[in-house]
């Protein structure tokens, strides 16, 4: 390549320093599933010295129960009033018309009449599929493509609002913050002891009840202070994790924590282990019983996403498809399961809301695990 058409490059971590110096308003992106581990104090502190208006988006709202949403923002408005958090699934596009109304709102508020918003975050927690969200296209390139000089786009977001398609990646600054965000898999820690023990402090601030319940009634822990090597010695003699001499295993103690951390046993909410049951019954009770506190019920993609990414139901077998609906809320969900092919699937579901008197507003399906789902929404 000659020098006339070579592109200097930013590198990736800087470009989210420059979305800050450039952009009225960032939306530092987080994972809704864990807004804690996946949140970066030294960018929002700098972003606030800039006088910069952050606005906190939890994205993959789609996987979180709604009880936790709603403890994550009554948490977030009691530390910080000033700090706003907005709820989003960037696949679904839920939330994002909130997100984008609350920009409008900064923006004229403070007169700004030709707004720039900018998007950072660490990796993997879905800044490209939030800008694809909120612009309707699928430019947004990766974070690791870097190139702010040359390859950055301005997309519009309304007349006066444009965003920036180039999110700026956070790099993760060192091992631990590697695990915290699951880009580390527990077999590769080296030192696991500091990050365990930062997962029990961030998961007890939250709520202690986790922390306890994970250590049994044998280990007796009131406040996020007791979070130290000590508990993790303690944690390690209940689990028998005995070196040679009798020592406790420390590594292998806080690599067990760690594992069960990013497998989801041990976090805000525990993730359902798996189970081989084999379904007889042709009661939907068993898949409806997951949607009960489920946020986007009247929009059917949503809801094959939402049940697609619960172990229990990927793992299950049935004997025979399975037809049944189920009001919730005010709307009435037809859903067809384990179906041969996705047609035989939409089929049942439009017979059903026929025979039923329901018409449907919202259809979409897809797999739990190797079984077949179509969902049908209606009224
Ligand atoms: N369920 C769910 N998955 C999502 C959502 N947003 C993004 N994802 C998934 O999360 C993964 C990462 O999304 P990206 O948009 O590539 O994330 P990114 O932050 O741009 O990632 P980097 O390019 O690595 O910095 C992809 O598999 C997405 O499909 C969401 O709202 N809900």
């Not at 952050?54 to 709604?66: E, S």
């Amino acid at each position: 390549m000659n020098n006339k058409n070579k592109i200097r490059r930013v590198p990736a971590k800087k470009i989210a320093h420059k979305i800050i110096n450039e952009c009225d308003v960032i939306l530092m992106v987080v994972d809704g599933r864990n807004p804690e581990g996946t949140r970066n104090m030294q960018l929002e502190e700098r972003i606030k010295k800039e006088d910069k208006k952050m606005i906190l988006v939890l994205n993959k709202a789609d996987l979180v129960p709604k009880h936790v949403i709603e403890k994550w923002s009554s948490k977030f408005k009691q530390e910080n009033p000033n700090t706003k958090t907005v709820f989003v699934s960037s696949t679904n596009k839920k939330g994002t018309k909130i997100l984008r109304d609350d920009i409008k709102y900064y923006l004229q508020i403070n007169k700004i009449n030709e707004g720039k918003v900018g998007v950072v975050g660490y990796p993997n927690v879905g800044k490209s599929s939030l800008i694809n969200a909120l612009t309707g296209k699928t430019s947004a390139l990766s974070g690791l493509t870097a190139g702010l000089t040359k390859g950055e786009q301005w997309i519009k977001l309304t007349k006066k609002i444009k965003l920036l398609d180039t999110p700026g990646v956070i790099e993760p600054k060192d091992e631990d913050e590697l695990v915290m965000i699951g880009a580390i898999r527990y077999e590769k820690i080296e030192n696991p002891v500091d990050p365990a023990i930062k997962i029990l402090k961030l998961l007890g601030s939250f709520d202690m009840d986790i922390v306890r319940k994970y250590c049994g009634d044998t280990i007796e822990i009131n406040d996020v202070e007791e979070i130290n090597e000590k508990l993790i010695e303690k944690i390690g003699k209940k689990f028998n994790f005995l070196g040679k001499n009798g020592i406790i295993d420390m590594k292998r103690t806080a690599k067990y924590i760690i594992k069960d951390y990013q497998g989801g046993k041990l976090n805000y909410y525990e993730v359902k282990k798996k189970s081989r049951e084999q379904i007889r019954s042709t009661n939907i009770g068993f898949i409806t019983k997951h949607l009960k506190d489920f946020l986007f019920i009247d929009d059917a993609n949503a809801v094959v996403s939402h049940l697609s990414d619960i172990s229990e139901l990927s793992d299950v077998k049935v004997r025979k498809p399975i037809i049944g609906s189920k009001k919730i809320d005010d709307a009435t969900v037809i859903i067809s399961f384990g179906e041969k092919t996705a047609n035989a699937g939409r089929k049942k579901v439009e017979e059903k809301a026929k025979t039923d008197g329901i018409t449907l507003y919202s259809q979409g399906g897809g797999r739990c695990g190797k079984n077949r789902i179509f969902i049908g929404v209606g009224e």
